[in-house]
Every structure is written in C-alpha cells, then in structure tokens.
C-alpha cells in the first residue's frame, strides 16, 4: 500500500494533521500544575481559540514573505506570553534572501523599535533569534515624523535593519504611556523589486503554511505553560526573569523583565513595593491569568506604569492587587481570577530595583499600605 505524501492535497491528510496537532495542543489545559477551576479551563480552552486566529493571520493571512502585511501577533482579545497592555505590536513574515522597505510615521510611543527574528513558535523550541534590532533613538526621521528603513543583507545608508538567510520575521514594538490618547505609529512595509500584485494560493506551499500554524498553537500553549508553572513555585512573589533566555524567546533586549505567580484568598491582597523609581523610559506592572494573558485591560484596570501609578510619599509606587476595591491608590483588579502570573518590566531604566512583594489581609490593608 502507498504511502500517502504529508505534503499532498490529494486527500484529507494535511487537514488532519493540522487537526491532530490542535488536538495535542489541548493536553496543556489538563496538564499536572494547571489550574483545574471550571473558570480557568474555559479561559485555557479559550486561549487556544485565540491562539489558532493569531496563528492563521501569521502564517496563512499574512504568510507571504513576498508581499507582507502587518498582522497583530497580540492584542486585545489575542494575547501570548504575558503581553504588555501598553503596547502595540506588529508581525510580518519575511525571506531573509529579499530586500524590505518600511515607511511610515513615528506616532507618539515612548517606546518604538524593529526586530527582525529567526526561527518562531511554529519550531518546537519556541526560540526566535535576532538577526537585527533597531530602536528609534538609533533611527532618522524627517521634520514630520516620516521615515524610512530598509531590511536587506547588505549595508544601506540611512536607517538599515540587517538580515540573514534565516530571517522569516519582522516584529515591531510601540509602547505608549497612555494609549488612549497617544498616537500610533503608521507604518507599511514592501518587498524591494517585487511584482504589482501577489501570486494566486499556491497549492505546493500551502500545507507548509497551515501546518506551521498548527505547530505555532501547540507550542506556544507548550512553552508559556511551562513558564507559569516554573512562576508558580514562587507564589505572590516576583523574581528576575533569565533575560538572555526571554530575549531567546523574543523579548525585547530593552526590557529588564520580572515574572511571577500569584495566589489570594477572597480577603488577600497582594502588596507590590517599589521602594525608588531610578530615571527610566518606561515601566510597567501587570496581572495575567495562569495562560500568561493580560486581563482585560479593555474595561478593567489590571495594570500601572510610570504616567498612571500614583507615587508614595518615599518617592515610590505602592500597588495593590485585590479582588475588591480597598479604597487606596493603585488598586489592580483581579477579574473574577483567584489566581495567575504577573509582570513587571524596566525600559531604559539607570537600574533595575527589584520589587517586593508581600501578602495582607484587606482590613490590615491601610496599616501596611
């Protein structure tokens, strides 16, 4: 009997594999370590949904390195790997054999760089390596904000991201102090030399393109798992991530990150110190369910940074974490969660002071606060 090729369309093999592989994915809700809450398994199961959107615009939507567009990797109701509520991030899928132009507007982030990234989630070791980093304080702009950038192997004057032959992603970063208020960068990139218009589907790459989809989702509910479940050993603390292995994993080398896990009873709350803030660009402090997504930050205020925290009277930040209001600056709400991770990042910052964290009861609240 033959064997049928993995990579034929001639039958229903790509679409089962591609199912098999969602399948496996699901195994993270059950894991030892999770969460076993109906609640928190809905938002797992949930999670998954939104990691097979965000997959397909990457890979299959927005998959074609030829003719890129720019694609959310997280947002709003599409999160991954504690994502920063005060950013704006963009993804394309790029041929480190071609050459790129970016265009754009600079906006109003205090915070703007590009990254261009090998490797990705859809390979099992989750490792996304730079092969070029640019931040905006490196870059030229015109008297109206506009600029340009090229993405090639070889040197160009002017603002120039490098490649390699690995190169298969351009990821952007903006983050903002207020993005209600700030205006975002508009940005547009194309292949240099590229034809008026793209190519029709083309069935020999397709399975390739759905297949990493499916890899993406499974991996990536794989490895943050594995992160939250490593945070979960120190409960209502918050601890130094090995930065060399979250920029490995596609952190932003500008960023000095803290992870953590945190658990409370109904009558808890947890007090995050920051006993100095040094001169810095930005930082910023977040409260995640156990998937390692923001809460929803649309309605909710789950997280604080440099312009919406209240100081202390120590020139500080005092920030409470609490399933109701304590009537004190700087309350986080907790959404129904009654446990998750946690973030805190430094951008720019002189040093990095190490929060501290301690669990209260609410009515002892405004003594220790």
């Known amino acids: 009997m033959t064997t049928p090729d993995p990579q034929s369309l001639s039958d229903l093999g790509i679409w089962e594999q591609y199912c098999?592989?969602?399948?496996?994915?699901?195994?993270?809700?059950?894991?030892?370590g999770a969460p076993t809450s109906d609640f928190d398994r809905a938002e797992g199961f949930r999670?998954?949904?939104?990691?097979?959107?965000?997959?397909?615009?990457?890979?299959?939507?927005?998959?074609?390195?030829?003719?890129?567009?720019?694609?959310?990797?997280?947002?709003?109701?599409?999160?991954?790997?504690?994502d920063n509520p005060d950013n704006i991030y963009l993804s394309t899928r790029l041929d480190g054999r071609h050459e790129y132009r970016v265009s754009g507007q600079r906006g109003e982030a205090v915070v703007l760089n590009f990254a261009t990234k090998k490797g990705g989630y859809a390979n099992r070791d989750c490792r996304m390596g730079g092969s070029g980093f640019l931040d905006a304080t490196q870059m030229q702009f015109a008297a109206d904000?506009?600029?340009?950038?090229?993405?090639?192997?070889?040197?160009?004057?002017?603002?120039?991201?490098?490649m390699d032959d690995d190169t298969n992603q351009l990821l952007v970063?903006?983050?903002?102090?207020?993005?209600?208020?700030?205006?975002?960068?508009?940005?547009?990139?194309?292949?240099?030399?590229?034809?008026?218009?793209?190519?029709?589907?083309?069935?020999?790459?397709?399975?390739?393109?759905?297949?990493?989809?499916?890899?993406?989702?499974?991996?990536?509910?794989?490895?943050?798992?594995?992160?939250?479940?490593?945070?979960?050993?120190r409960v209502n603390q918050l601890a130094a991530g090995d930065q060399a292995?979250?920029?490995?994993?596609?952190?932003?080398?500008?960023?000095?990150?803290?992870?953590?896990?945190?658990?409370?009873?109904e009558d808890e709350a947890l007090v995050v110190d920051v006993e100095r803030i040094p001169d810095c660009d930005f930082?910023?402090?977040?409260?995640?369910?156990?998937?390692?997504?923001?809460?929803d930050y649309r309605y909710h205020r789950i997280h604080l940074n440099?312009?919406?925290?209240?100081?202390?009277?120590?020139?500080?930040?005092?920030?409470?974490?609490?399933?109701?209001d304590p009537g004190l600056p700087n309350w986080l709400e907790t959404t129904g969660h009654r446990l998750g991770t946690m973030n805190f990042r430094w951008i720019g910052a002189q040093e990095h002071v190490q929060p501290t964290t301690r669990v209260v009861k609410l009515d002892e609240l405004a003594t220790w606060a």
């Not at 440099?306 to 930040?317: H, K």
């Open 20 to 32: 098999e592989t969602l399948k496996r994915a699901g195994q993270q809700i059950f894991r030892p």
């Open 47 to 82: 999670y998954l949904t939104r990691l097979i959107r965000i997959a397909l615009e990457m890979h299959v939507e927005h998959g074609d390195p030829d003719f890129p567009t720019f694609m959310h990797p997280s947002h709003e109701t599409g999160k991954i790997g504690s």
């Open 145 to 162: 904000g506009s600029f340009e950038l090229i993405l090639s192997q070889r040197p160009h004057p002017g603002n120039w991201l490098p």
């Open 173 to 233: 970063r903006e983050t903002f102090l207020d993005r209600t208020t700030q205006q975002p960068a508009r940005i547009t990139i194309e292949r240099i030399g590229a034809g008026p218009q793209p190519q029709p589907l083309d069935p020999a790459k397709f399975p390739d393109m759905l297949l990493r989809a499916g890899r993406f989702v499974e991996n990536t509910a794989r490895t943050f798992a594995d992160w939250a479940l490593n945070c979960s050993t």
């Open 245 to 265: 292995e979250l920029q490995a994993s596609g952190g932003d080398p500008n960023i000095y990150y803290y992870l953590g896990y945190w658990s409370l009873a």
């Open 283 to 295: 930082w910023n402090f977040q409260v995640n369910n156990f998937w390692m997504e923001s809460l």
């Open 306 to 324: 440099n312009r919406s925290a209240s100081l202390n009277a120590r020139g500080g930040v005092t920030m409470i974490v609490a399933h109701r």
